[in-house]
T-cell receptor, first 114, second 116 residues
């Protein structure tokens, strides 16, 4: 119930293509779904986040699509660039008062080929 | 720039020899988290502090302890490191007053722990 399943494990995309990473969850109490980007040797950095009351959120080339009934959400990276090559983690959290305990997916290693 | 700083970046210790990892933040956030991230795995929450209130995850081994002497600093103590404790340890902070959609967690660069 507490797991967040992420796929694919790795992804190779050509420069200019669309990268799509999918996540699924079980716990309907989750109400916050962020995506984190992590470069080698660095800590994760928040990329974009969504609440379940909207179906899509776009920030620049990054879009989250959210399907509440299917309990799935996905990250789309438009016009993928070599600089986007990193590991991407989806995560989920349920409101717990003052804190924001994140349950992370298993990660997707994205390689954008020039 | 406001940030989360972790020291050291790389730590080598011997099997069973206690080790302490350090995290400091200039964000003045009241919540601090410690995560363990093993190679090619997702970060896993060990515990967190809300101000001085300590919250341990149910599956965090007793071998892991934490201290938060003030708002800015938080320490992770591993009393008797085993080979299975080799990992990247990530510190993160957030501000409890933020609405959940903006309640970002700011991560430090991590400390990579090697156990010989």
């Amino acid at each position: 119930q507490q797991q967040v399943k992420q796929s694919p494990q790795s992804l190779i995309v050509q420069k200019g293509g669309i990268s799509i990473i999918n996540c699924a969850y079980e716990n309907t109490a989750f109400d916050y779904f962020p995506w984190y980007q992590q470069f080698p040797g660095k800590g994760p950095a928040l990329l974009i986040a969504i609440r379940p009351d909207v179906s899509e959120k776009k920030e620049g080339r990054f879009t989250i699509s959210f399907n509440k009934s299917a309990k799935q959400f996905s990250l789309h990276i438009m016009d993928s660039q070599p600089g986007d090559s990193a590991t991407y983690f989806c995560a989920a959290s349920k409101y717990g008062g003052a804190t924001n305990k994140l349950i992370f997916g298993t990660g997707t290693l994205l390689a954008v080929q020039p | 720039d406001a940030m989360v700083i972790q020291n050291p970046r790389y730590q080598v210790t011997q099997f069973g020899k206690p080790v302490t990892l350090s995290c400091s933040q200039t964000l003045n956030h009241n919540v601090m988290y410690w995560y363990q991230q093993k190679s090619s795995q997702a970060p896993k929450l060990l515990f967190h502090y809300y101000d001085k209130d300590f919250n341990n995850e149910a599956d965090t081994p007793d071998n892991f302890q934490s201290r938060r002497p003030n708002t800015s600093f938080c320490f992770l103590d591993i009393r008797s490191p085993g080979l299975g404790d080799a990992a990247m340890y990530l510190c993160a902070t957030s501000r409890a007053q933020d609405r959940i959609i903006t309640r970002k967690q700011f991560f430090g660069p991590g400390t990579r722990l090697t156990v010989l």
